[in-house]
């Protein structure tokens, strides 16, 4: 899906094409919820007309979204006059339904935000809280396979995704760690079932984000090893993922928006307290998952929502410039002033 999106973005900037004509799944054919005129009067809001925001996923729904869906299923949006519609993404990804309206707000990453913020004719849209507080991804690969450390790639079989800032990055580390990357064997493959792969022996190292890939593999009885970017590198401590929003709808109802916002907040901070709890309400709306994974990623994942902030969703600007600063020394984007594209004014 992030690479569909991230190729499907550059056609889509480079033609100027801002306006997407896209019908997103509702949440009813994925076991998501969207309140409704029953919702309200078993809240006791019967009398309050409650105004309806659209929230598009990044991807399947998982514990990343945990709070969005506590925070419904809990009555927290209810009780701050929003009726909310959790959708699936488009194939471009949720930030250009964000953008053109379609949604209000959505899930991104901010390694791959760079071109919302660089074309001609950049998109409305803004970051306003950060879903996790520290990248959470790095490389997983049989412990039996002694990759240790970056320079343990050298000779061995690298899943790609054939994107110039992941190749980068891994050069960067890889280079720094005092291992050839030139030695590193990619194999431009999208791995959608990491246990597999390993298991199977098509690959020795894959990308993936801890809270649910990583323990996945743990799940199925695999014993690995696995180093995160953010450890390498300090510049690699991105924000993965965040919650984006369309910056005119920010403009024209900014009270609506702290509201959804602290509802959101509400809904994280119960997960973070009640993690299993939070597993149970996340299982129950999307059945679908499996419910050993979820909760033991959510377990994990719960102490990384705020880890050591105080506030839920805080952007710190110095992290947050500082990759897409290395980004633009390294020829990859286009600079990007300082301060552009997050906000934590709509915060609680």
């Known amino acids: 899906m992030r690479i569909k999106q991230w190729k499907k973005w550059t056609g889509m900037i480079l033609a100027g094409v801002m306006t997407l004509a896209l019908t997103a799944c509702g949440t009813s054919d994925n076991g998501g919820s969207s309140s409704g005129a029953g919702d309200n009067e078993a809240n006791g809001n019967s009398n309050t007309e409650l105004s309806k925001v659209t929230f598009v996923l990044d991807w399947t729904p998982n514990t990343n979204h945990t709070g969005i869906y506590v925070a419904d299923a809990l009555g927290y949006y209810q009780e701050a006059g929003i009726d909310i519609e ?14 053109s309206g379609q949604a209000q707000f959505g899930v991104d990453f901010q390694d791959y935000l760079p071109p919302v913020f660089t074309s001609k004719d950049p998109m409305p849209v803004a970051a306003v809280a950060a879903i996790l507080q520290h990248n959470t991804s790095g490389i997983i690969s049989l412990k039996e396979d002694d990759i240790t450390s970056p320079k343990g790639l050298s000779g061995k079989r690298y899943a790609t995704w054939s994107l110039p800032i992941e190749q980068a990055m891994m050069e960067n580390i890889v280079t720094a760690d005092g291992g050839d990357y030139s030695q590193v064997e990619l194999i431009p493959e999208y791995i959608y079932d990491e246990s597999a792969a390993l298991k199977e022996d098509t690959v020795d190292a894959i990308w993936v984000y801890y809270a ?9 009885g695999l014993d690995t090893n696995m180093w995160y970017f953010k450890d390498i590198n300090p510049v690699f401590d991105y924000y993965s993922p965040v919650i984006v929003a369309n910056t005119d709808y920010l403009a024209e109802n900014p009270e609506e928006a702290k509201a959804f916002l602290a509802a959101t907040a509400k809904g994280y901070e119960y997960a973070i307290a009640h993690p299993d709890e939070a597993a149970d309400l996340l299982c129950e709306e999307v059945p679908e998952l499996d419910s050993e994974l979820v909760h033991a990623s959510q377990n994990w994942i719960a102490d990384q929502y705020k880890a050591e902030v105080d506030q839920w969703g805080y952007i710190d600007p110095e992290r947050w410039d500082a990759f897409y600063a290395w980004l633009y020394e390294n020829g990859l984007s286009e600079e990007i002033p300082a301060g552009t594209g997050f906000t934590n004014e709509y915060l609680p």
């Open 86 to 99: 959790i959708v699936q993404p488009p194939e471009d990804g949720a930030t250009p339904m964000v953008a």
């Open 212 to 220: 649910w890939a990583g323990i996945a593999t743990e799940q199925a």
